[in-house]
Every structure is written in structure tokens, then in C-alpha cells.
């Protein structure tokens, strides 16, 4: 996939940048043919017909290396770093003034070892195919939760983005790990609505503390309840009772390995999560 803040001039095949089979085709593909038929040429200019090395003449040495500079950022385009090692040594070999030295490199050799060097690292080279579907996942993950939410709740943005490379890259039950990160920062939240100390995340309370504090808060009479509970008793009731479904069909399972996840469960989980943490997102936050 091709990245939107990355120009098609500037294109790599780095991590991390998304690359279309159209523009590996258009940018790269010419690379390819480049680097291949410049050193064909040479490997059939430095042998005979029989295949034995030829001896070059400085004029001809000059015109390798000019043809091996050309080919040198081709090769760095597409991040074969240990064949521009090699082509190095090809050219600081041609920059010697003694012929007798040159000759004795075998320049013919050394030609077919880049080329080697090239076709190995191409190997090397392997590139994921991400479909159309899935492809928002990975490149934009945090436009799936969407800006309110994640400006209420900055902390789990992290989560969200690697929910979004696993669902995309076929790991869904390590998207659902993730998940279940995000909606604890959710319970979090629901417990810090409480005004109890006892609850703060910084002592690490689990979620069976903090959702049988909801329980009993939920149990009092109206009166007697936190400011913001008796405000919304519906939203409060109905959070607390997500949270705990939560914890027992997903949390509890994905935390203690007890489950694995197919790609639709994993999206319908990421959904769920979504749906919940933007709702969770209008009245509460960090």
C-alpha cells in the first residue's frame, strides 16, 4: 500500500512504509531491469566466447565504472546495502592505475560475485500482502477509534495502533490482547468516577476490584451514590455491566490463554471495544 506522507519519488522499501504493487512496478521495476542488464552486459564484455576472463583496457575500465556508479543508487533505492559493499570494492579495484593489479582482481569474477550478491539479498527482500479491506487497519489505525476518543483517552492510542497492525497482518488473538488493554483503560476510568483511593490506577487494581466496587456502588440507593452515578444512573449501569460481560467472555480467557481468536472474532471484538470506548468517551476520560 502506498504511504500518503511518503512521495513517490522518495518511495523505499524500508519497514514500515507501504508500498504498492503499482508503484513496484512503476519505480522499482525499472530498478530491477537496470541493475540487471548493467551487469549482463558487463559479465558478456569481460569473457570470450569461450568464458574465459578478458583482459580490459583502461578505456574500458573507465566505462565499467561509470556504468557501476550509475547502478550504485539503484542498488541503495532498494536497500541492498551489503551489494553496494561489494560494488565498492569493484570500483576501488577499478581506481587502481596499475593494470597488472587489475587484472590480476579478475574483474569478470568479481562482476559475477556482485551479481550474486544482488540476487541474495533480493531474496531476502519479502513484502506482506495486506487486502484492500484490511489495509485502514495498519495504516491508520487510530481513524478507527476515531479523534474524541482517543483525545479523552491519549494512553491507549499505542494499543489501538498495534490492534490494528495484528487484526491486518492475520495475529487476531494478539489484537484481542490489545483490545483488552483498551478497555482497561476504560475500567480505569469508570473506577476514578468512584472518588476511591483505594481504586487508583497507580496501585494497580484488577478488574474484579474495581468492577465489584461498580457493583456495590450500583446497589446503593440513589441518594447515597457518587456525584456522578446518581447524575446517570443508566449510563453508569450500563458500563459497569459491558465491563463485566467483558472480563468474562474475552478479558479473562485471552489474559490467561485459555482462547485463540479467528479474524472475524477479532474484528468483532475491535468493534465492540470501539463502540464501548466511544461511548465511555462522553463523559469520561483520563
Known sequence: MVNSACSREALSFLPGHFVSLYDMLTFYAHKFFNISSSLTSLEHALTDDAGHPVIPTPEFCLIISERLRRTRPECLAIGLTFSVRQLDRVLQILEETDMAVIVQ?????????????????????????????????????????????????????????????????????ACVFHLMRVMERGLHALGKSLNDPSLDPKQNPNWQKILGRCTDELSKPLRDRSDLWRADELFFSQASAHLMAVKDAWRNPTMHVEQNYDDDQALAVFNAVRGFMSSLSIKLSE
Open 105 to 173: 582482481a579478475n574483474l569478470s569474477g568479481s562482476i559475477l560475485a556482485l551479481s550474486t550478491r544482488i540476487q541474495d539479498e533480493l531474496q531476502e527482500l519479502l513484502f506482506m500482502r495486506l487486502t484492500k479491506e484490511r489495509e485502514p487497519y495498519y495504516s491508520d489505525p487510530r481513524k478507527q477509534f476515531g479523534k474524541p476518543t482517543l483525545e479523552k483517552f491519549p494512553s491507549i492510542v499505542s494499543d489501538v495502533e498495534s490492534a490494528g497492525e495484528c487484526y491486518a497482518t492475520g495475529n487476531p488473538t
